[in-house]
């Protein structure tokens, strides 16, 4: 089956600079990458996501890119702010009934 | 819209006593449900999925089961609880094309 390996586990960077959360899949048939952004005791909630049909995908602040070839996609996040201190959770799925693998998750802390 | 409903948000309940978490979606129909585990500080484990109602599949063995009587409900039971159970579950669902999961607000149960 599927397996997701997501890197680093912990994350701490300067308010204003940059982010960046890798993962890497193993079955070359998933599709659907989405990442999650969880809060202390909160439910995780979808914040971009990304096709195999798709390179890179951008939203405001956060982009993720995709490398087929190598299996690995990564979540970028620029000009960090405190409110985006969370754990980050990277996924892949394929087909059928659209399970979802997640990684092991990130905790990012942004540092004033 | 399509809302997800879970309760009760948290539960403690003494070894050996069975479990009954509920969940229910509205505003579509035919939706892929999903049963995760989190345990403390941890990543996101898929306990059992379902593509349509008696279309349960189980993805860790363990003292848990899952249930789809309705379309749109999905229950997780237990005849006797251990203290390796203890975690907060997330219910999830997902349309049938390739799409991120939202998940239910979670239920946090303590095992004691």
């Known amino acids: 089956g599927e397996n997701v390996e997501q890197h680093p586990s912990t994350l701490s960077v300067q308010e204003g600079d940059s982010a960046v959360i890798k993962c890497t899949y193993s079955d070359s048939a998933s599709n659907y990458f989405p990442w999650y952004k969880q809060e202390l005791g909160k439910r995780p909630q979808l914040i971009i996501d990304?096709?195999?049909?798709?390179g890179e995908k951008k939203d405001q602040r956060i982009a993720v890119t995709l490398n087929k070839t190598a299996k690995h996609f990564s979540l970028h996040i620029t000009e960090t702010q405190p409110e985006d201190s969370a754990v980050y959770f990277c996924?892949?799925?394929?087909?059928?009934?659209?399970?979802?693998?997640f990684g092991q998750g990130t905790r990012l802390t942004i540092n004033p | 819209s399509q809302t997800i409903h879970q309760w009760p948000a948290t539960l403690v309940q003494p070894v050996g006593s069975p479990l009954s978490l509920e969940c229910t979606v509205e505003?579509?129909?035919?939706?892929?449900l999903y049963w995760y585990r989190q345990a403390a500080g941890r990543g996101l484990q898929l306990l059992f999925y379902s593509i349509g109602i008696d279309q349960i599949s189980s993805e860790v063995p363990q003292n848990l089961s899952a249930s789809r009587p309705q379309d749109r409900q999905f229950i997780l039971s237990s005849k006797k609880l251990l203290l390796s159970d203890s975690g907060f579950y997330l219910c999830a669902w997902s349309p049938l094309v390739p799409y991120g999961y939202t998940f239910g607000s979670g239920t946090r149960l303590t095992v004691v």
């Open positions: 990304i096709r195999s049909n798709v």
């Open positions: 505003g579509t129909s035919n939706p892929n």
């Open positions: 996924a892949a799925s394929m087909g059928g009934a659209q399970k979802l693998v």
